[in-house]
């Protein structure tokens, strides 16, 4: 029995949910979201309260179960108040600053590196070391983070390039001299 996908989502004030066939859009301060959920599971409103039910009990129905809820809770959540990732740059020189809504990251290479913001997310720099992803879909700032990260990932010598604020890299240990 899934816990996650019994629990029923409550709807905050100011959020207008609708459900079309299989096409469930959330509607908010922020923004509006919809997505398509698997023809198997169910979605019922029922005033402010939402419910999500599965046809059996196969592997695949459950797991698809709180999946659903999961994501539909997102969803409410990025249109009520939106997502965020914190990315934090280390190294002499490294820096970015934001030119319209594009980021402009300076990582050691011989060019700086230009990337546009997708759409739906957008780019905070309120110092040169630090950059913050925004936006109401969690899926897309993640995977916007992500693809920042990847411009030039921290290396485990000296720490140098982009992480999460709260990751933690492991140092290693340079070489050890002729004695």
Same mark, same amino acid.
């Given at each position: 029995? #899934?816990?996650? =996908?019994?629990?029923?989502? !409550?709807?905050?004030? /100011?959020?207008?949910? !609708?459900? &079309?066939?299989?096409?469930?859009?959330? @509607?908010?301060?922020?923004?509006?979201? #919809?997505?398509?959920?698997?023809?198997?599971?169910?979605?019922? $409103?029922? /005033?402010?309260?939402?419910?999500?039910?599965?046809?059996?009990?196969?592997?695949?129905?459950? #797991?698809?179960?709180?999946?659903?809820?999961?994501?539909?809770?997102?969803?409410?959540?990025?249109?009520?108040?939106?997502?965020?990732?914190?990315?934090?740059?280390?190294?002499?020189?490294?820096?970015?600053?934001?030119? /319209?809504?594009?980021?402009?990251?300076?990582? =050691?290479? #011989?060019?700086?590196?230009?990337?546009?913001?997708?759409?739906?997310?957008?780019?905070?720099?309120?110092?040169?070391?630090?950059?913050? $992803?925004?936006?109401?879909?969690?899926?897309?700032?993640?995977?916007? &983070?992500?693809? $920042?990260?990847?411009?030039?990932?921290?290396?485990?010598?000296?720490?140098? =390039?982009?992480?999460? $604020?709260?990751?933690?890299?492991?140092?290693?240990?340079?070489?050890? /001299?002729? @004695?």
């Amino acid at each position: 029995m #899934s816990r996650i =996908g019994n629990k029923p989502i !409550t709807i905050p004030e /100011g959020v207008e949910v !609708t459900v &079309a066939d299989k096409l469930v859009t959330v @509607k908010g301060p922020k923004g509006t979201l #919809s997505k398509e959920i698997h023809k198997n599971m169910n979605v019922t $409103v029922d /005033g402010n309260v939402i419910k999500i039910s599965r046809p059996d009990d196969e592997p695949a129905n459950k #797991s698809l179960h709180g999946l659903t809820r999961t994501l539909i809770n997102n969803m409410i959540l990025g249109v009520k108040e939106e997502f965020k990732k914190e990315l934090e740059i280390n190294g002499v020189g490294y820096r970015a600053q934001k030119q /319209g809504t594009k980021l402009v990251m300076n990582l =050691g290479y #011989s060019h700086p590196v230009e990337m546009a913001a997708p759409e739906g997310i957008t780019f905070d720099v309120p110092n040169p070391n630090q950059i913050i $992803v925004r936006g109401i879909d969690k899926e897309l700032v993640g995977q916007t &983070a992500a693809v $920042v990260r990847t411009k030039r990932p921290p290396e485990v010598y000296r720490g140098k =390039g982009i992480k999460y $604020v709260d990751e933690v890299i492991r140092r290693k240990e340079g070489k050890a /001299g002729k @004695k």
